[in-house]
């Protein structure tokens, strides 16, 4: 198997579940209590809380555990909103976020009197400065502008956008769930007031999160109840969680360079062999700022769900710009926003290595979409007219 699918998720790293096992058996104690056990727990808590904090440049208690990335993302903003809406009610987001930023921004319009621009994002999936900038109004409480996209991988210039919003003293969230541990990120030298993440992108586990919260910033509790997570967030902590979170950021912080470097090196070379073997095909998001180990392509006269499920087939997984997962085949706001047209943006194929991503997996994988492209090919009316010269590539 060929797993090029990890914007999804990643493999819980081995040595992240053997820290985790202790306290599944028997550390087991609630961190709340006094006891041995218990503040064993405690302070392997504090201990993952610290190397997350040094991570960013932040201080251990701006650090919020919570259950997932989207669980941070729906905070921020929907804490932010009604902690500052008597001080306005306007936030200025992008069409490229992620469902957990874009779907709380339409509860936010719809249920709570909340005013939402979503900024456009130029052909390489960047957010425009200027745009930003001419956005903003008296009444602009919050920006929430990812780090990285989760499906075309572009980069966003985040120390700018954090720059614009300290200027206007303006609340700036990131959501950083694949941008933090991938790439250097500090929140003081990027202005960033709140900042989301979650384990299970970084081969860490699932069902953890967290959300920087900078100190001063007013922010309400997500869960009432106990005193934990400094009475913001209640609930028993998820101490093996916390402790695989805190396992795999100090891995992934220390590989980094190496990583990133040779993930990037595969990536160009997936690119260029598949722009020089298969014709009629665009890389989307930015040519060089994008994550190291992002690849997506739009192959026109092929549908991307088809292709999937043949690489399925051949052992290879990888993810497509449609929304299947809710049952529509929509394609992808991001491709759509990248100003695709619907053909292309439903022929598109997402590619994500880890760092057990080989060259060899990327010639296997390379070699079997050149293959199965040319068979759907093949088989389309479309692809039929265009050879015949009574149709014109919508990409070249
Ligand atoms: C995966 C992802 C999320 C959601 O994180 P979960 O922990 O799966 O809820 C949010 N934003 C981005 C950019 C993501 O890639």
Redesign the pocket.
């Known amino acids: 198997m060929i797993y090029l699918d990890n914007?999804a998720t990643t493999k819980t790293a081995p040595e992240v579940v053997n820290a985790m096992l202790p306290y599944f058996s028997e550390l087991y104690g609630n961190p709340s209590s006094i006891y041995t056990i218990a503040k064993k727990s405690k302070e392997a808590i504090t201990a993952s809380r610290e190397i997350i904090s040094g991570v960013l440049g932040a201080k251990p208690e701006e650090i919020y555990f919570t259950a997932?990335?989207?669980e941070a993302?729906n905070w921020a903003l929907k804490a932010a909103f009604e902690a500052y809406k008597r001080k306005g009610k306007h936030i200025i987001t992008t069409k490229i976020e992620?469902h957990?930023i874009l779907h709380t921004c339409k509860y936010l319009e719809k249920e709570r009197g909340a005013r939402i621009t979503y900024l456009d994002v130029d052909e390489n999936g960047v957010v425009q400065l200027e745009q930003l900038e001419h956005a903003i109004t008296p009444e602009t409480i919050l920006i929430s502008v990812?780090f990285a996209n989760?499906e075309i991988g572009t980069i966003q210039p985040i120390k700018d956008i954090g720059l614009i919003a300290r200027k206007h003293d303006i609340l700036f969230h990131t959501?950083a769930?694949?941008a933090f541990g991938r790439l250097p990120i500090s929140v003081d030298e990027y202005h960033i007031d709140m900042l989301s993440s979650?384990g299970?992108?970084i081969n860490g586990p699932k069902g953890i999160?967290f959300l920087y919260i900078r100190k001063g910033v007013k922010i309400q509790s997500f869960v009432h109840g106990g005193d934990q997570e400094r009475k913001r967030r209640a609930g028993t902590e998820n101490v093996p969680g916390i402790v695989g979170y805190g396992v795999a950021t100090k891995y992934a912080v220390e590989t980094m360079r190496e990583r990133t470097q040779k993930e990037s090196k595969l990536g160009n070379y997936m690119i260029q062999r598949i722009n020089d073997e298969v014709p009629n095909c665009k890389l989307n998001g930015h040519p060089f700022k994008r994550l190291s180990n992002n690849v997506n392509f739009s192959f026109e006269f092929v549908e991307g769900e088809s292709l999937l499920i043949m690489l399925n087939m051949e052992g290879i997984y990888a993810s497509s710009g449609s929304a299947c997962t809710s049952g529509s085949l929509d394609p992808s706001h991001v491709l759509l926003a990248i100003g695709l047209p619907y053909e292309i943006a439903h022929s598109s194929l997402r590619l994500t290595f880890s760092d057990e991503t080989t060259k060899e997996d990327i010639d296997f994988t390379v070699d079997k979409i050149k293959e199965i492209v040319k068979k759907l090919r093949t088989m389309s009316p479309l692809y039929e007219d265009f050879v015949a010269g009574k149709r014109k590539s919508m990409i070249q």
Do not use: R, W, Y
Request: charged letters at 20%; aromatic letters at 0%.
């Open positions: 914007a997932s990335g989207s993302d992620h957990a990812m989760n959501d769930v694949q979650s299970h992108k999160g």
